[in-house]
């Protein structure tokens, strides 16, 4: 099923290009102007602000909470009847270390509030609340991406493994922005696709 958007686009390869070139650009645009150190902090808030600013160009939705019940794979996200509630909860979790970060982080997975692309918010999101407690960053290409998928799918009921595999890939170059980046990079679903860079992005 192609999602309705803004672009009037109905073929779901080319809506997939242009939803990554799109978000990319933006996902830069939030780093280079700063924009993302005004947005909250380790809340459903400073969440759907990073998603709005993201997908605001692509899909009504952005940064609203999803009517839809959703899955991936065999793991069904919590329903949307109670995700107010659910949210409610995460956004009093406490942050103040590493292992409080990932769970906190892993809830929101558990959430997954958007209708689409929770995982690059999600990253960013984390990003921000691993800087502003640890002065660490977690350097996404370091981090093997079916050995993520398949912790983070484990990590309701054991969180042990997805807890070691991003804190293996802690960076202190929380201001690189090739870095950043990379969180980006990591969402892409089709093969193939992560095909626009930063060059690709910046104004000549």
Known sequence: MILENKLGISNEIELVRE??????????????????????????KGLSQIHKYLFE???????????????????????SMYLKEALS??????????DEIIEKYIEMNIAHPFREGNGRSTRIWLDCILKKRINKVVDWSKVNKEDYLLAMERSPIK?????????????DKINDREVYMKGIDASYKYEGYNTYKIEDLTEK
């Open 89 to 98: 909860k995460i956004d009093r979790m406490p942050q103040n270390n590493y």
């Open 159 to 171: 969180d042990t493994e997805i807890k070691l595999l991003l804190k293996q890939a802690l960076t």
């Open 19 to 44: 939803e990554e070139r799109i978000t990319k650009k933006k996902a830069l645009e939030l780093f280079e102007t700063n924009k993302l150190n005004s947005f909250e902090i380790g809340t459903f």
């Open 57 to 79: 160009d692509v899909y009504e939705f952005a940064g609203k909470i999803r009517r839809e019940n959703i899955s991936k794979h065999n793991f069904r996200f919590a329903a």
